[in-house]
């Protein structure tokens, strides 16, 4: 009674209902994963701090929880590559990488190539020309960074893909909490990006997850 | 003096530098334009307002305003279809119509079969749901919409593609210039779905273009 | 001389004083209990936390404790049903139900019918529509969501009867602690919907009990 | 193309689809008026200005305008009377008052009995106590105020009805366009209030309406 | 080297500097105190937690800590009674209690008469009125509320004498952390009304001993 | 039936009622100042632009407007002084004597003496020494200040007297149109000082005639 | 009486008080002028709108107005270059422009070597390494950028020398007005960086001659 | 692989790069300080909790640890003064200390001579005046103010040199954590300032360092 789980959704969306962890009990969680278990190959629940996650393992064992992600993963096979392109997920500081990590065991989940670049901030940019190549080759990017959110403009400047940006809480002071990062990817000067809410690394990852999936379409 | 243009950008990106109409003086967007017209065979300008448009029109006579999109289009050949697949945007209103058009002008001058629904906003939710079939049939989707900017959600629930959603600053009191509608599209419970800056119709579409346009990827 | 309980409110209002436990001492709370016991039948206490409830508890043996919805209730005899009317509750989300819960207490202390349905937000929206006869049947809605709030703008759509309106704190970083679903909720494009602070589900629940205990007055 | 409307609204919700005017051309309002005037014996129209109204009454003739409150009426025949009870609207100073009347033609074009208090705001509060026997009396009050924003609370706390609170951007300097007020009304320390957006007296109206029609329930 | 004490401040202004507790380590506290015991007969000091409260009085055994207040006064005499007014300490809740004792320690360590009435907030504003004689006698009035701080505007239209209004932290949700109230104050549509900050109790109490203690200035 | 006026006031407060201009009409005004002119000796409105001023004086011809205060002044005898002490305002600007001007039109109507010194904010702090003398003797000092909003503190610092700020909303960019000056001053490190709205000259009067004009209560 | 020129300045800080001319009437600056025209060889007047400065030059016709920048000077003679060091200011777009030249006329005013580069924002990053070698080659560079204002953070990274970031109104939606750019510029990841006010491009220029002309101290 | 240190920092700006500790593990920040070792003689983690500085020493015992400022310090030799000129840091209080001693560490570590006086706030400006001539003397001044933050406008006004303004942390209420010394920081009057983030002493020590240390250039 205290969930309606969505079962419709593999087939309208091509994936499961993902569970957000935040403000359930464990009781909950359980409850809702012993549901979908029935139907469904893999279950990811976001926003698990290791308590919670621990009394979830207790009963589904398999279960594979990173802790700087917050992400549990539970499935029962390994999900299949669906796309030749690749994700690209880039940081701008060490410190950003957590989120950029929830991004990417979201989208390896769906199906899709990952690869990373961390700590390339605009402070030193030429640690970023150094990837260029790399950066150039990707089908989608997601770009993570906090304080003043610079690296996503600069990226999507070098690049034709399309660009998730991702601010962080990363910083203090007036950084607010991401908002400051946040409103500085809003206010790109590159137009090939598009934002996701504060540390929504999950969301970042699925959105270029569908992107890189998309069907066919060039003529 | 004034300008840096970008010329590499078509080469990097696939289309020129856009100019960003406002703030410039009607000399300095004709001596930009001037410039560009050596190499470019379409120069978009948006943000123009009509008495603007009307000093450049002075000068390149050939070139079309849309007064509701303050676009500037300036071209020497129809931009060519790259793309199999249809970019659709929807409105939740009638004012939010100015918006959409900024985006479906952008994305049909880079070459995207583009397709809109007008007034299928959440208080009448069957609107929507009228169009279920031409929804799940488009490639990338733009979905604009003020106020409480419930709509994205809505729209991507129904959907595989990926939704870029914009907020508009239709509304009043607390709807604060389109800040509201942007917080809710930011906060969607729906994961395919990013975001770009209010009344920003020309990133949405270039955006969705971009996506639209990838090199084909699906194994 | 801490207290100046509104011993008339019950003849007012038809409903004692109900009392604010956020920022009061057990202490407090148990002297303004023991002062309103000579009068009421019913004494509501919101906003306490377990510590302070075990502490009143250990004086006040047969006062019920719920901790989701930090609700103490002390009453010496059942409410007496006094509409025919029902209130349905409903959330987007699983993690909104302790402050539904905290609005079903409240309207039935006061002597309503209360009903609920839990988790049906926007993304999966078919969720929703099934259960469409039942919403359609209440007499008064109070439509608890967080994140962006959109859920009572679609359920309004739906009714001809009134609809309270509840944010959430659920979400994070642009959910900025309710603001964001509470902003969607005061621009709803549904017109039959109010809106009460945010995580207030005592003042929902009061006010559609107000609602749906109004003397009769059709013609 | 440019507006989908919702012809279902009357029977579903009772009263047509309000057409919301600003960001509308004279030219989309009268096609929305044609479009509706087959089936509907009364149109509104919200937040027109008086150039707008004037275009539109070149065709429309018989429509009503009134200034202050920006709302266009059309109408076949007279609201008819649809419930016993009276709605009570109330304002803080004399400057509210044009958003009171919006509510007030809003509530009786629906078919509503409707009364006014205007200018007792809490700086002289005798002047509202003087009207203590009308304000009892009231089935559903709506009341108006601007900068702090604190009659509501007070009227609320006078009498049993349910209280429509609508903030207005009365005032100057920190009032921040009625954001002042409206925070002001979410945080009422009386308990049987509803809030709507700043200066909105139409969704006040209609929720007032709706409030008092509602069937009867009474046991 | 850590305090530049101003010990001119007793002559300059008839109080010797008050310690501002927060930020200070214990040491920093106890260091400042010792160098002003040798000039001064009272020292205050705001904002001491219980932990450094008592750390200090390990060295300062005579100090009176009052943990609601968190003040920490030491004093080698009593306070000398400088005026024949008196100040009224009022506050809307029994939470808003610990800021008004502030307001009051302050005012009677600075030599005033101080009396208070708890919990008359204006949801039950008839607890208000039945002290009007009381509040009419005072000189000087405190009011202090959290919620939408709608009291000072209702005690300030009731009297001649100035009021000083205190917005507490007391609610939740949008009553963020006090800005509510505040606003409320500020935008007070009664004159006779100045504000301090948010929780300030220590602020207003000195203002309005500040003012009950001026010269004879009638003619 | 557009105002209540409340007649009752100058015997409550000392002082009839003051129109607020703003957001009323022309005709409204003269109306609300017809009924007041039986029984007052002295009309005060604020917020009056020149055009409203000068149908107003069409009427009462005798009216004293100061464009720069927009204050509209009818009075059928000098006000008396009625203190002893002396009001002095304080600019830190030439821009903000407008705000100073409201000021002490007010207060010298309530029967004040009221005295001024203009620009002597504190990137120049010497000015401001040098009327130490003039300073000190001052029974209320108001402060008017924009930008840093900086100046109270200084002068509050330098006096026994009370102070009331008023932040004005000269400045750009961060000066948020006030909201800067406010809260600096709401945070003074001197305690001598409360403060009133943005803008609000007429407040600051009000508030230092009333202080100033409190009965005798030294001992 | 409404000014007091700060005669003192031009010895204490080596130039005179500059003059804020928003919200100034054209008299009182013209009077500022002419007392300040006995000692000073030098006068700046900021934020003039055009008309104002036609009247002044209607009295001081030989002082020179700049619109974009909206400065007005007047000078006896020629300022003397007072360092070997170049100040270098740069733009991230065309629209920038004015608030650039604000800041170059305040510092060649000052007596310093001033040159720019315009349009190199980092959407097209080689636009700006073009010119690497001025850029490191300067002594103080003042960065001028709008939208997400990332530029400053890009420079910093290359040089050794303080940069100066002046963040611009230029954007629209989420840019509000400057505080986006702002807000990125305080939370740049550069840490030879420190900011003004939004489009102060006179503090800008000030602060940057201030650095430049310091007396030598190396070792 | 999580960090990509910049190597060619010293080269280009004189100083390595600075470690910020907020966000990273102890393993995170120990093996980017074996990685820097190789090359640098000095090496700066600034936000450092004690205990993860305490992980860190046991690895590098001789790295020097200030809790109260957060910084970590790992130096091979003494860093060596390369500048003649003196940095002067400034508090207004005692609890804005901790800000101004990761200033002074920071630019000691980049070879400064640097010099403090605390707690000279503007409500006893004669404490800053007694220290008026070593403040002249200066060549490069960072003010620390947290609460109204007015001390750089003081300061600034009485000097020649650049003014470093850092608002702090210190305050409650509308001290809003820092912002509000920020923005009158940000609006000062005086001319030769500027500003860094919140509580960003090591930003504010390395702008002075980098001003301190520019080559000589006066002619
Ligand atoms: N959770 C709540 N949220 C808002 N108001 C409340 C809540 N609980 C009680 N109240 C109201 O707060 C007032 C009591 O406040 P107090 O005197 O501080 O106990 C009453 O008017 C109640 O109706
Ligand atoms: N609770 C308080 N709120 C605001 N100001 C205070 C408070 N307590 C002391 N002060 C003021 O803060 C200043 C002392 O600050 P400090 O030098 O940091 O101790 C004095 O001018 C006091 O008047
Ligand atoms: N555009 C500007 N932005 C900020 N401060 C300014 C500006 N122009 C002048 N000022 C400063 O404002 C002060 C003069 O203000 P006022 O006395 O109102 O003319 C002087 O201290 C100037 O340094
Ligand atoms: N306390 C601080 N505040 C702001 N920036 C800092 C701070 N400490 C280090 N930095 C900068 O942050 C960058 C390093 O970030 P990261 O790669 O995450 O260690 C460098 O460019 C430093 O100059
Ligand atoms: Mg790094
Ligand atoms: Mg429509
Ligand atoms: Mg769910
Ligand atoms: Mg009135
Ligand atoms: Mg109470
Ligand atoms: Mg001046
Ligand atoms: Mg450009
Ligand atoms: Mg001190």
Same mark, same amino acid.
């Given at each position: 009674?205290?969930?309606?789980?969505?079962?419709?959704?593999?087939?309208?969306?091509?994936?499961?209902?993902?569970?957000?962890?935040?403000?359930?009990?464990?009781?909950?969680?359980?409850?809702?994963?012993?549901? @979908? /278990?029935?139907?469904?190959?893999?279950?990811?629940?976001?926003?698990?701090?290791?308590?919670?996650?621990?009394?979830?393992?207790?009963?589904? #064992?398999?279960?594979?929880?990173?802790?700087?992600?917050?992400?549990?993963?539970?499935?029962?096979?390994?999900? #299949?590559?669906?796309?030749?392109?690749?994700?690209?997920?880039?940081? /701008?500081?060490?410190?950003?990488?957590?989120?950029?990590?929830?991004?990417?065991?979201?989208?390896?989940?769906?199906?899709?190539?990952?690869? +990373?670049?961390?700590?390339?901030?605009?402070?030193?940019?030429?640690?970023?020309?150094?990837? $260029?190549? #790399?950066?150039?080759?990707?089908?989608?990017?997601?770009?993570?960074? $906090?304080?003043?959110?610079?690296?996503?403009?600069?990226?999507?400047?070098?690049?034709?893909?399309?660009?998730?940006?991702?601010?962080?809480?990363?910083?203090?002071?007036? +950084?607010?909490?991401? @908002?400051?990062?946040?409103?500085?990817?809003? %206010?790109?000067?590159?137009?090939?990006?598009?934002?996701?809410?504060?540390? %929504?690394?999950?969301?970042?990852?699925?959105? /270029?997850?569908?992107? %890189?999936? @998309?069907?066919?379409?060039?003529?």
């Amino acid at each position: 009674d205290y969930a309606h789980i969505d079962h419709h959704r593999s087939l309208r969306k091509g994936f499961p209902e993902v569970i957000f962890g935040q403000g359930k009990t464990a009781e909950q969680i359980i409850g809702i994963m012993q549901a @979908m /278990a029935k139907n469904e190959e893999i279950i990811l629940i976001t926003r698990m701090d290791r308590q919670k996650a621990d009394q979830v393992r207790a009963i589904f #064992q398999e279960a594979e929880y990173d802790e700087a992600a917050r992400i549990l993963l539970l499935k029962t096979r390994e999900p #299949q590559i669906r796309s030749k392109g690749e994700i690209l997920v880039i940081t /701008a500081g060490t410190s950003d990488i957590p989120v950029a990590k929830e991004a990417m065991i979201t989208a390896k989940a769906m199906g899709n190539r990952v690869n +990373s670049i961390f700590d390339v901030g605009v402070a030193g940019i030429h640690r970023l020309f150094a990837h $260029g190549r #790399q950066i150039q080759a990707a089908s989608v990017l997601v770009v993570v960074a $906090g304080m003043e959110g610079a690296l996503p403009s600069v990226v999507a400047g070098m690049v034709r893909a399309p660009v998730i940006a991702v601010p962080t809480s990363v910083g203090y002071g007036t +950084s607010f909490g991401g @908002m400051t990062a946040l409103l500085g990817m809003l %206010n790109s000067c590159s137009s090939n990006v598009a934002v996701v809410n504060i540390d %929504n690394g999950f969301g970042a990852g699925f959105m /270029a997850a569908t992107i %890189n999936q @998309m069907p066919d379409k060039g003529e």
